[in-house]
């Protein structure tokens, strides 16, 4: 996948690569669900840059994201409540990508009130 910037199929591929993964649709976009939990979807809310996946992961997670790579990994006040991080496809990799979801993966089968 070198070179080529990543979009939502590639999401798709690394999501649906994970066990208890589903296929959903959130205000009309695709969302990627375990356990009947949110695991990632596009950042859809006007806040957001365009072309960027919002993915559930630790508030510790995320502040080690956020400082380790600001190019890739952002917020707006509007998703600042949440536990999740916004990423800019554009701006990542496959493997990065994919280490991320796995992430997101382990926090959202961990998680019980979430």
């Not at 690394?14 to 375990?34: D, F, R």
């Not at 554009?90 to 991320?100: R, Y």
């Amino acid at each position: 996948m070198a070179g080529k910037a990543l979009d939502l199929d590639a999401v798709r591929r690394i999501a649906m690569a994970l066990a208890g993964v589903e296929e959903h649709a959130m205000h009309g976009a695709p969302s990627w669900k375990t356990r009947g939990k949110l695991l990632a979807s596009p950042a859809i809310h006007k806040s957001a840059e365009p072309h960027s996946l919002m993915v559930r992961i630790s508030p510790a997670g995320r502040s080690q994201l956020l400082a380790a790579d600001p190019e890739t990994y952002y917020l707006t006040d509007h998703y600042r409540s949440h536990c999740v991080v916004l990423v800019r496809l554009a701006k990542t990799d496959w493997d990065s990508l994919e280490n991320l979801m796995h992430r997101a993966w382990l926090f959202v089968r961990s998680s019980s009130k979430r």
